[in-house]
């Protein structure tokens, strides 16, 4: 079973789901599922790296921002400077090894071509693996 086909039946096999369920109603019990998730802990990390498809980046950083919740880019190195794949420059703010699953609410990962670099790091996948694990939101925005 692949990562991403662990992560969906992980997900909601622990919601309450109605057989027949409308996508409304889907909707409304996610909503409560992380809305409970998030009571426990407000800080959202979004994955960094070179070439990061910039909207699925920074529409989610600064949305969780407004809504009162801590949000933190993680990516290789706070020393450097990702370039998105059409310029824009981020910096991380947390380095993969300093962050700990039990740290966020969930975590956001964006496309683009960073994901190509994430998959060939074990460190990336031990927190998407540990964060699965323990029930956490991961919330994939790349195709794959």
């Not at 969780?64 to 910096?91: L, M, N, R, W």
Request: charged share 25%; proline share 6%; hydrophobic share 35%.
């Amino acid at each position: 079973m692949s990562l991403v086909e662990q992560s969906f039946k992980s997900r909601y096999t622990k919601l309450p789901v109605l057989v027949g369920e409308s996508p409304m109603q889907g909707r409304e019990l996610r909503k409560l599922y992380f809305k409970h998730t998030m009571a426990k802990n407000s800080k959202v990390g979004i994955l960094l790296e070179f070439n990061y498809e910039e909207p699925e980046f920074l529409y989610p950083y600064y949305r969780f921002k407004e809504a009162g919740f801590e949000t933190v880019s993680i990516g290789p190195s706070t020393d450097t400077v990702y370039k998105g794949k059409h310029g824009y420059p981020f910096k991380a703010e947390v380095s993969i090894q300093d962050i700990k699953p039990e740290e966020l609410a969930a975590l956001i990962i964006p496309g683009g071509f960073a994901p190509d670099y994430w998959r060939r790091d074990k460190r990336f996948l031990d927190l998407i693996r540990q964060m699965n694990d323990l029930g956490m939101y991961v919330q994939i925005l790349a195709d794959i």
